[in-house]
Structures are given as C-alpha cells and as structure tokens.
C-alpha cells in the first residue's frame, strides 16, 4: 500500500469519463489517494450532470469515512462580454462561451453520447450506485451545494496543494484566471489527458481482415470515437474545454502529463480481470471491480481485452509515486516512464486572424475577450460541433480540426511539461500481471480495509448497514 505523504491534495474531476463508465478509474483515485485529499470539484461540462454526479461522490466519500471532504460543484457567477470573471462561476460551459447566464451552446459535449455507455448510463452508473453504495447525510441542494470555485479558494489558500485534474480543466482554469495570486501555492499539477504522440489502438482492422475492412479512429493521435471524422487529435478531457486547458498548461506551475501515449500501454486484459476478480474483499474494492464487470458486459463489441484501458487509476499511481520522489521527471516513477516535452494545447485552428464567426472570443469584440491578441493563436475558427464542415477533409474520413490537441511546438508556444510516455512493464517476471502498477492497484485495494484516514479508520460498512435508496 502507497501512502501520501506531503501537500494537501485537491481533485479536479469529471466523475466519469469514457466511453462507457470509468468508475474503476475515476473513482479509485479517490480511494487511492483519500488519506490527504483535502477537496474535489466537479466539472459538469462533459461526462457528468451536477446533481447526480455530486451525490455519487458524495457516497463514496461517505463508504470512505470521509464525510470531512468538501466537495464543490457549479456556481451561477458568470463572466462579461469584456472578460471580467464574476465569484463562483460554475464551469456549465466551457470558457469560450461563458457568458452571464448558465445557458449556452454546447459546442464541444456533442461529442458525449447521451446513451450507450454516455452520460444517461454514467449518471446512475449502470443502476450499480444506489444498488450498492451506502447513503450518507450529505445531499446535493441546490443554492446550498458549496461552489467550486469558493471550495478552490478554501483549499488553495490553506497552504501547498497538488492539483490533480481528471476531467474538463474549466474549474481550475478560471480559478486560476480569477485568483492570480493564490497560484503560487499551487506546488504541482497532474493531469490525465491528451495525446502527444499517440496512436490510438481501437477502432483498426485485424491482421487477418479483408479488404473490405476500413479502419476508424485507428492511429489517431486522440480518442474522440464520435468525432474522428472532424477532430482526430483530441482527447477528451482537454476536447471539453480546450481554452481552459491551455490555461492551465501556460500557468507557469510545474505539470506533469499522463496522456494517452501511457494509458494506451496499460490496457485492461483478461489477466489483471480475473486477479481483480480475486481481490475484492472491501466494500470500496467490490465497488470498483463490479463497475469494471458492468463496463466489460455492455462493451458495444467483443474487443473490450484489447480496448479499454486504466487511464485516471494510472494517473493517480503515477502521480502519488512522483510526489513520493520529490517530482523527479525522468528518474524515480515506479510505475511510468517519464520524459520532459514540449507541448501546447491548440485552441483554435489556422488561418489565425480571420473571423468566420465561429469564435466567441473574437466575434463583435473591437477588444478581444480576455485581451487576447487579434491574430494569436486563440483567433482561428474553433469547432462548433462534431459535424463542423471545416473540419471535414474531402476524400477522408479523418478531419483537420486540433481543438484541444496536445501538440508538439517549439518557440514561445511551447510549455516544458513532464510526459509520462508509457506503463512500466512487471519487475516480477513471474507475475501473470504485465504492468508494475497493476500490482499495487491490488494492493491498494485488497488493503483499503487499513487505510488511516485523517487520524481514524476508514470505515468499512458491514452489509446490514448499507442503505438502497
């Protein structure tokens, strides 16, 4: 078992992510990193509706014994046709079409599925959240639910904090826009998203496949499956907000990146299922193992061994044995190799300066929005939507749009960022486990029964005290 040991912890997430529910991944950070986290915010922008997605956090927590965890979500601040940011906007929509209201477009969640493993599944995961977690005193009310942004301040303000960010980046995007000064207790940020020299793996014809066989997403550097013939660079957690991310990357504050380059190498086989299988003894770890089964039974094919992976579980591993080793990035991960990169997020796509009326940053403003320079890079045609026919390319079926891209750059674009490139192989030769972390993800959860939480133990429910809502 990994203790944290260091700065105050806060979480940045979208609750569920994927294509179908991730809450192997998205929720296991939670239980692998609860001794010092100190607060979560939720993003709403993308995978996850507030209400829903704030009670399921909420349950988990409380299955944790950390009932003490804030947890921030929404806001109905806004932010001013000149860029003036208002308290506790709520990150409903991505930067770029913020307004003064809560109501926008949605440009970039067209790419979400409501159904098939999209956010009607994801909210009630599967029906598996109120079959089996239990229920706690904290609800989601609305006007009484703490903000995001005044969770931010709270936490950031107390002292050191490491950001992880596994989700949108809109929260901590505009907290870092409006609240310049607290940045620098800010010691580290890691993220989970992206794809730098990625080939995406799914989606491509078997060797042994005939002519006929025409491959999708195959070898594109993102994982946008409902997007490709648009956008075939992004990611989707810097796809839903790519403005905010760029932010946060050129915030000065030492990153490191888990992008799809690493989560590509640590697929979930058959070999770890069947250990996980066997090592869910703790009401936490049954929870994750049967929200991994669920995702295995509704997979749209029968590729789920070859196509799924741990992506944010992964991030947290990599992220906690960083922080361990004083944030070395080319030495001392145990679970990922790491090498300095640089890299920016496209946000917009050339030709920059001119205006077609798909850019709020720069459409009716004499001033553009937040000062931005009238041709930089945030002043090209920015996607409306999945079917944007400017990002069509005639004759393929691979488009030409970067929003949200992960992109090698070099000159003042370029942020020097440490890039986790791919999963350490099992020390053990003997294992039937590929990946070095697949063994301590066991570990952790086999043991979360004896994680010292803040002092006392983490609770570990007996069934009679589970409550079925």
Request: aromatic share 10%.
């Amino acid at each position: 078992m990994m203790i944290l040991h260091g700065p105050i912890m806060q979480i940045s997430t979208d609750i569920i992510y994927g294509s179908t529910t991730q809450v192997l991944c998205k929720k296991s950070i939670v239980f692998y990193s609860c001794k010092h986290e100190q607060a979560v915010t939720i993003n709403v922008n993308s995978w996850s509706d507030a209400g829903h997605a704030v009670n399921h956090l909420y349950d988990i927590l409380y299955m944790m014994g950390r009932d003490d965890i804030p947890v921030g979500v929404g806001g109905d601040g806004g932010i001013s046709s000149y860029g003036t940011i208002h308290p506790n906007v709520g990150g409903y929509l991505p930067l770029i079409d913020q307004g003064m209201t809560t109501v926008g477009p949605c440009r970039y969640r067209q790419a979400i599925p409501l159904e098939g493993g999209g956010r009607l599944d994801i909210d009630t995961n599967f029906g598996l959240r109120r079959g089996f977690l239990p229920q706690g005193n904290r609800r989601y009310i609305p006007l009484q639910q703490s903000t995001a942004q005044q969770v931010l301040i709270d936490t950031v303000s107390a002292g050191p904090t490491t950001i992880i960010l596994i989700g949108s980046h809109t929260n901590f995007a505009i907290f870092l826009m409006a609240y310049p000064h607290l940045k620098r207790n800010v010691e580290h940020i890691y993220i989970m998203g992206g794809g730098v020299r990625s080939e995406n793996p799914t989606g491509c014809c078997p060797k042994n496949a005939t002519a006929s066989c025409m491959p999708q997403q195959c070898g594109n550097h993102g994982n946008l499956f409902t997007s490709y013939r648009t956008n075939p660079n992004a990611e989707f957690n810097l796809f839903c907000d790519p403005f905010a991310a760029y932010q946060v990357f050129h915030s000065g504050i030492p990153i490191t990146l888990v992008p799809l380059d690493a989560t590509n190498t640590i697929l979930i086989n058959e070999e770890f299922f069947h250990a996980f299988q066997q090592h869910h003894k703790t009401y936490e770890a049954q929870y994750c193992f049967e929200s991994l089964k669920m995702a295995r039974d509704t997979w749209f094919n029968d590729a789920f061994y070859t196509s799924y992976f741990m992506w944010d579980s992964f991030t947290s591993g990599v992220a906690i044995s960083s922080m361990r080793n004083d944030n070395k990035c080319q030495s001392g991960n145990d679970f990922a190799e790491l090498k300095y990169m640089n890299i920016t997020v496209i946000t917009s796509n050339k030709p920059y300066g001119v205006h077609d009326g798909s850019n709020p940053l720069f459409n009716g403003h004499a001033t553009p929005k937040f000062g931005l320079q009238k041709s930089g890079v945030h002043s090209g045609h920015v996607q409306t939507g999945i079917t944007d026919s400017f990002c069509l390319v005639k004759g393929s079926k691979k488009g030409r749009c970067e929003d949200g891209y992960t992109k090698e750059v070099s000159g003042p674009e370029a942020v020097h960022v440490c890039v986790a490139t791919r999963a350490k192989p099992n020390m053990d030769k003997n294992s039937m486990l590929n990946r070095e972390f697949f063994e301590s993800f066991l570990e952790q959860r086999a043991s979360l029964a004896a994680v010292i939480v803040g002092g006392g133990s983490a609770r570990v429910l007996p069934p009679s005290s589970l409550v079925v809502r």
